[in-house]
Every structure is written in structure tokens, then in C-alpha cells.
């Protein structure tokens, strides 16, 4: 059974300071690994795909990458309007484009 | 980037109605469609698939005759909440993979949510 952990659940920053997320992951045959964002009372923004072990992705102030077991997702020098739910998912080969999702780390950015 | 809609954004009913959510793509065609449903501060839940001329596929634990999924065009899948009950009541979101730009993708597109209120 396909398996995601996000950690951690919650993370409080101040604007400026720097932190990763983190997804581990358990799939047999990982076909890609996706990155949400998810506000309040709103459906999930799609980020970045990431498809092999080694692989990163940059858009504006996050970075994605990705290893045989894990995903980070790193931000640098995070505003207030980053602050939201990000979601971890993993989509198995030949599950029909399913995808398993993680239970999402909360981050909070304070002014 | 896709998009995706879903219709109402919100609706309350009364106990026993039945209730249609609309989730459509607007630029690409959604030759597969998901539907979730999410709790407050939990993750999204799939609830079924379907493709687009095909009858869903549901996974365990949801009952399908109280959650009807049509999905009859490249571009529109419907959710209908039959003779909805207070415990029917949460956040429904649906989701879209198929060909952008005649290119097909694996990445799912979500819509904004419909939240659902049985009183």
C-alpha cells in the first residue's frame, strides 16, 4: 500500500526565515511525485512534478526536490502570502493517474 | 495553465434533497476526472474516478448510489448527492488529467471546491 508522511504537521516562520518541508514516501514504482498548494476553504494549486531521484524544480521562492524515498520542499525567504497548506501526493504506476496524498504541512509566515 | 470550475462554490440544503455539483475544464480535455471529498483540517479523500464515456470507479467504503458520477463529455463531469443527510456534509473537490495542448499529462488540475451544508 502506497504510502505518504509529511512533516512536520504545522511550521511557524517569520518572513525571511528559510526552511524545508519534507515528504516520505512508500511506492512501488513511483511514476511522479506532485507538490501542492492548498488556502483556506480553496482547491489544491498544482506546483511542481517531479518524475526521478536527483531531479529539482525552482518556481519563485520554493524549490522541490526529490530522492529515492523522500521529497523537500524548500523555502527561501518566505512572505505572509506564502503561508498555506502544502500537500505531498504520489501518483504509483499503473494506478490510473490516482494519486496518494500526503496529510499536508500547515505553514504559517508572520510579518 | 489548465483550469478547472466547479459549480455552486457553495449550497445548503435541507435533509433528503438531492444535490448536483458541475465540475468542468475550461482548456483542455479532461479525458479522466476525480472527485474528493475533504473534512476540515484533513487531506482530500477520493472518492471515485471516472473517464470520460465510462461508468466511475468508486473506491471502497463509498456507496455509489448515494454519490452518482456522470462523466459524459471531455470537458464536464457532474456529482449528484442523493437524498443528502447532515453527514453528507463537507467540502467536494474535483480534479482533471487528459490532453493540454495535445500533449497528455498525468498532472491532476483541481477545482476550487463546492462546499455542501445538509441543514
Known amino acids: 500500500e502506497d504510502q505518504v508522511t509529511q512533516s512536520p504537521e504545522a511550521l511557524r516562520l517569520q518572513e525571511g526565515e528559510s526552511s524545508s518541508l519534507n515528504c516520505s514516501y512508500t511506492v512501488s514504482g513511483l511514476r511522479g511525485l506532485f507538490w501542492y498548494r492548498q488556502d483556506p476553504g480553496k482547491g489544491p494549486e498544482f506546483l511542481f512534478t517531479l518524475y526521478s531521484a536527483g531531479e529539482e524544480k525552482e518556481k519563485e521562492r520554493l524549490k522541490a526536490t526529490l530522492t529515492k524515498k523522500e521529497s523537500f520542499l524548500h523555502i527561501t525567504a518566505p512572505k505572509p502570502e506564502d503561508s498555506a497548506t502544502y500537500l505531498c501526493a504520489v501518483h504509483r504506476s499503473g494506478s490510473a493517474r490516482q494519486l496518494t496524498f500526503g496529510s499536508g504541512t500547515q505553514l504559517t509566515v508572520l510579518p | 495553465g489548465a483550469v478547472v470550475s466547479q459549480h455552486p462554490s457553495r449550497v445548503i440544503c435541507k435533509s433528503g434533497t438531492s444535490v448536483k455539483i458541475e465540475c468542468r475544464s475550461l482548456?483542455?480535455?479532461?479525458?479522466?476526472m476525480f472527485w474528493y471529498r475533504q473534512f476540515p483540517k484533513q487531506s482530500l479523500m477520493l472518492m471515485a474516478t471516472?473517464?470520460?464515456?465510462?461508468?466511475?470507479?468508486?473506491e471502497q467504503g463509498v456507496e455509489k448510489d448515494k454519490f452518482l458520477i456522470n462523466h459524459a463529455s471531455l470537458t464536464l463531469s457532474t456529482l449528484t448527492v442523493t437524498s443528502a443527510h447532515p453527514e453528507d456534509s463537507s467540502f467536494y473537490i474535483c480534479?482533471?488529467?487528459?490532453?493540454?495542448?495535445?500533449?497528455?499529462?498525468?498532472?491532476?488540475?483541481f477545482g476550487p471546491g463546492t462546499r455542501l451544508t445538509v441543514l
Open positions: 480534479s482533471a488529467t487528459g490532453l493540454a495542448g495535445g500533449v497528455s499529462t498525468d498532472t491532476q488540475y
Open positions: 471516472s473517464n470520460e464515456g465510462s461508468k466511475a470507479t468508486y
Open positions: 482548456d483542455f480535455q479532461a479525458t479522466t
